[in-house]
């Protein structure tokens, strides 16, 4: 009987193995021992099985998806304070976490000053797409306009465009930073233009519209940039000062609270409370 049981388990292994399911193979026996304890039926046992299968191949898959996405850090809408930007409405990025904006191809554009929280915000929301099973990729403006023009040289550009286009969501981060190269400008442009009401586009900025063209460089590619961007989207302003700049000047404040400030803080506090440095 010990010897049969044992020859069953190996033949149960090595179908299971060559039907792909590894978390039954691994929870099967476990599972039986407690569905006999607990005097459940076949049926009962085999839903539980199939359930843990699905339940640990979703978790994998998110894990891919986030991976594949290139956050440069992992932020939440749970860890930003809503109350220390209140220029940014709440209820409209919790429902913009529900992503049907990216079912109907709608963009969102996050514009402020640095340090405001838009490449939180940014992250969070692309974060959140992933856990909903949407393919996403993070981008700095840099770095796309870098890669299309890498992949022109190498003549990879239509593998690149392919599997951008493939994308629900694509998010490129810090456009304004530096100005994009003209060809640079025209490659970007055309990525735009394709993921035009195909694929979500989430764009931050530090920019006022009317200084796109210095990144951009000429008007009639930042007309139809902002024309095409625009176009079904929710603009986001997160005004106000740093949220880095904040916490130092807070940090300042308890550390040097009580008359215990050194003269060693003093240069530093006054480089703070003189305006906003850029990032
Ligand atoms: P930006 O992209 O606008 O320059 P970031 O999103 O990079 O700003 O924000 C700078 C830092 O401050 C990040 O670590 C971010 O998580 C944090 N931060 C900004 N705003 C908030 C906020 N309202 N609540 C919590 N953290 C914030
Ligand atoms: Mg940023």
């Not at 891919?64 to 860890?79: D, Q």
């Not at 220390?84 to 209820?91: E, F, G, I, Q, Y």
Request: proline content about 3%; charged content about 30%.
């Amino acid at each position: 009987m010990k010897q049969l049981e044992s020859t069953s388990l190996v033949l149960l292994h090595h179908h299971l193995k060559a039907l792909r399911l590894p978390t039954i193979t691994a929870e099967c026996e476990k599972l039986a021992r407690q569905a006999a304890a607990d005097n459940a039926d076949h049926l009962t046992y085999l839903l539980q099985l199939t359930e843990l299968e699905l339940l640990e191949r979703e978790r994998k898959a998110a894990e891919r998806r986030l991976k594949a996405a290139h956050f440069p850090t992992h932020k939440t809408l749970e860890g930003f304070d809503f109350a220390a930007r209140p220029s940014v409405n709440k209820l409209l990025v919790c429902e913009l976490a529900r992503c049907e904006y990216i079912e109907r191809r709608e963009n969102v554009l996050f514009v402020g000053n640095p340090g405001t929280g838009k490449t939180h915000l940014a992250t969070a929301l692309g974060m959140a797409a992933c856990g909903r099973g949407y393919r996403v990729r993070f981008f700095r403006l840099t770095e796309l306009a870098t890669l299309l023009m890498e992949a022109r040289d190498e003549r990879s550009l239509l593998g690149l465009k392919a599997r951008l286009a493939k994308l629900d969501l694509l998010i490129v981060d810090e456009l304004g930073y530096v100005p994009a190269s003209k060809v640079g400008a025209e490659l970007l442009f055309d990525v735009i233009s394709s993921a035009y009401e195909r694929t979500s586009l989430i764009v931050t900025t530090n920019l006022p519209f009317e200084s796109w063209t210095e990144v951009l460089g000429s008007e009639r590619l930042t007309g139809a940039t902002l024309d095409r961007l625009t176009h079904r989207c929710q603009i986001i302003e997160t005004k106000g000062e740093s949220y880095r700049l904040r916490d130092a000047k807070a940090k300042l404040r308890t550390e040097g609270g009580g008359g215990r400030s050194s003269d060693r803080d003093r240069p530093r506090r006054n480089a703070l409370e003189g305006g906003e440095t850029s990032s």
